[in-house]
């Protein structure tokens, strides 16, 4: 099993700031996307992603 870390994913989920924890492999903009659209439906739209690790 890989290793992952955890992260700190901020992004706007319909025009609204959010962030959500999400433990990752990389850390990539393209991982972090896949982990959101896991979360929220595909009617959503995210966008302005950033990946941080988190404290």
Not at 12 to 33: D, I, M, P, S, V
């Amino acid at each position: 099993m890989a290793q992952t870390t955890k992260y700190v994913i901020k992004y706007k989920l319909n025009g609204e700031r959010r962030f959500e924890f999400a433990q990752l492999e990389n850390g990539t903009a393209e991982e972090a996307k896949a982990a959101l659209d896991a979360i929220h439906g595909k009617d959503d739209v995210i966008s302005e992603i950033s990946v941080s690790k988190a404290l």
